[in-house]
């Protein structure tokens, strides 16, 4: 069997890994304020609050822990099963575990190891593709991203709609998706544990080189503008569909239809940048995804079915950015011979800093227009509900879109687009 074979033989344990990181990170963004708004009655001013206050913490450690798994490449077999232990654990404490604390200080104690563990596995993760799609010629970082987000996808699908499904079953249903993550963590580890190893990069703390990068620090606000627009949504996606729409009960499907379009459209997208480049496929997801925001402004109480569709073009368009981002930075980053772990580090703060303002503005702006558990919302609340969920991503994504057709064309002569399709 070739080398090639073998990398490909191997990748179901890339995607396995990646649909629990993937279970881990939007997802809980989604369910986490819900379920402690519903549960415990925690205001949304006070958990945006939080959300924001521990993405704070990555300014400092995202960085930081690229610069660990770096440090660490030859031990990474093991401080992944660690990371992986603490992540497990996390999620069931968040979920599984009635808040035995003050819900807001028991909000924070969970959430903030659960970030850190995900933080340094994706970093660690990520890196490691970098090496793998650089071992022979038949492995391109479009197919290794392709395989790799495909299982992403299909772990925010099953994460997304696993708490509407296990209701049927169970009571506690977040308990239960806690449980059932921790045994996918264990078999994800398991799956992985004979891909992890060094680089043969020089570690060090040196960031300035990455910063300094034309190419790479247009990437990076590139993916900053371009996930902007998905951490609002994801933000407010659970509550448009309650209060919005007026459908409580429709979240996990819709969700679920959202993430399976995204899983369904990963491949054509890998073949289509392969194809004509990234540049250019990906200016074509943000054009779609602008004009499905645009169709969602005129949707309100009842409008289920044309959600669905602003759900399937919505996710679709998500395919792309999950797929076509990730590869040209890896591609750059192998290129130039950067270190991977510590320019993931920086690329993982650029994806969960959007995350947190979102988190920060958007649901005080809620709170503070009469968004609360314990009455029905006005149309105040509603009208800003709708801004901020179809009006502004479509904003940013035209920021988005202006920055990736101005970038130098020599950022996308990296190779990624002319390997072999994925």
């Not at 070739?2 to 809980?28: C, E, H, K, M, N």
């Not at 300014?59 to 497990?88: K, N």
């Not at 900053?224 to 949504?233: I, S």
């Not at 819709?254 to 990234?278: M, Q, V």
Request: glycine share 10%; with cysteine.
């Amino acid at each position: 069997m070739t080398t090639a074979s073998r990398d490909q033989d191997r990748l179901y344990a890339y995607s396995l890994f990646a649909g629990v990181l993937a279970a881990a990170g939007l997802p809980i963004y989604i369910h986490a304020p819900k379920f402690f708004f519903d549960e415990y009655g925690v205001s949304l001013a006070a958990l945006g609050s939080v959300l924001f206050a521990l993405r704070l913490v990555d300014v400092v450690q995202d960085p930081a822990l690229g610069w660990l798994s770096g440090a660490l490449e030859r031990r990474r077999a093991g401080a992944v099963a660690v990371a992986g232990g603490v992540m497990a654990a996390a999620m069931l404490g968040a979920f599984a575990v009635t808040a035995p604390l003050p819900p807001l200080v028991w909000f924070a104690l969970t959430l903030a190891p659960l970030f850190t563990a995900f933080s340094f596995l994706s970093i660690t993760f990520y890196a490691q593709g970098v090496e793998k799609a650089g071992r022979g010629p038949g492995l391109s970082h479009v197919r290794l991203a392709t395989w790799r987000e495909a299982g992403g996808l299909a772990g925010v699908c099953l994460a997304a709609v696993a708490p509407t499904l296990l209701a049927f079953v169970t009571p506690a249903p977040f308990a239960a998706f806690a449980i059932l993550f921790a045994g996918a963590t264990v078999l994800a580890l398991v799956a992985m544990r004979r891909e992890w190893r060094a680089t043969g990069l020089e570690q060090g703390l040196a960031f300035g080189p990455i910063l300094r990068d034309p190419a790479g620090r247009r990437l990076l606000w590139i993916a900053f503008a371009n996930a902007a627009p998905v951490a609002v949504t994801s933000t407010l996606f659970l509550f448009f569909v309650e209060y919005r729409l007026r459908a409580p009960g429709a979240e996990g499907p819709l969700l679920l239809l959202f993430f399976l379009s995204a899983a369904i459209s990963t491949p054509a997208w890998g073949r289509a940048g392969a194809r004509f480049g990234l540049r250019r496929t990906l200016a074509a997801g943000m054009l779609l995804s602008m004009v499905t925001f645009s169709y969602a402004v005129a949707l309100g109480a009842g409008d289920v079915l044309p959600f669905a569709v602003v759900c399937v073009l919505s996710g679709a368009a998500l395919g792309a950015d999950m797929t076509l981002l990730p590869a040209a930075f890896a591609a750059h980053v192998a290129a130039r011979r950067g270190n991977a772990g510590q320019a993931f580090g920086l690329w993982n703060f650029v994806s969960k800093l959007t995350l947190a303002i979102a988190a920060a503005v958007v649901l005080p702006l809620l709170d503070t227009v009469g968004l609360s558990a314990e009455s029905t919302p006005g149309p105040a609340a509603l009208t800003m509900l709708t801004l901020l969920y179809a009006v502004v991503p479509g904003a940013l994504k035209l920021v988005a879109l202006a920055l990736l057709l101005t970038a130098p064309v020599g950022t996308w002569q990296d190779g990624a687009a002319r390997q072999a399709p994925a």
